[in-house]
């Protein structure tokens, strides 16, 4: 098991979901935790993981063992606004306004791989989740598609240590 950061660039914006009424009555704001970080739910990963391993054909079982870190490594741009646009039952045109992670902005999303996921292969598996269901609160797959910026290392592997008198080899 290695962890990984995964950066990603939004192509379209991710809208928050969450009902507020600041800065003006009706807004929906992007979710965060208690350390007002923003949090994509482990639950969605897992839905597009499982997703981009039926459509690459690899990998279907090992998919459900990544583990994932739900804060979103980045910052969200302050007054970032998007502005939604539907129909009422009446025809008449309204608008919601959302906080976003705008398109263009690069986000972190950290995971735990298994070691039969090569990093390419998570590669591959992110770039399909990104063009087809992307990450967002509101509308998945409308919006938050994403494209795959890196695959990186969060922190460097050992190169050999003991557990349990085992000696284990870096792979």
Not at 43 to 56: D, F, G, Q, V
Not at 107 to 124: E, H, S
Not at 126 to 155: H, I, M, N, P, T
């Amino acid at each position: 098991m290695r962890e990984l950061t995964v950066r990603l660039r939004f192509t379209r914006p991710s809208l928050g979901n969450v009902r507020s009424d600041a800065p003006s009555r009706g807004c929906f704001r992007l979710h965060r935790d208690p350390h007002g970080r923003v949090v994509f739910l482990a639950s969605w990963h897992r839905a597009n993981m499982e997703l981009s391993a039926k459509l690459l054909g690899r990998h279907q079982d090992e998919v459900r063992k990544i583990l994932w870190d739900v804060a979103v490594v980045g910052e969200v741009r302050p007054d970032c606004w998007h502005r939604r646009y539907y129909k009422t039952a009446g025809g008449r045109t309204r608008y919601a306004q959302h906080e976003c992670l705008p398109a263009g902005q690069v986000v972190g999303v950290r995971c735990v791989v298994p070691p039969g996921i090569t990093d390419d292969d998570v590669r591959a598996l992110f770039a399909l989740a990104g063009r087809y269901k992307g990450l967002s609160q509101f509308g998945c797959g409308d919006f938050g598609l994403f494209a795959v910026e890196a695959v990186e290392a969060s922190c460097p592997a050992p190169a050999a240590e003991r557990v349990e008198g085992v000696l284990l080899e870096k792979s």
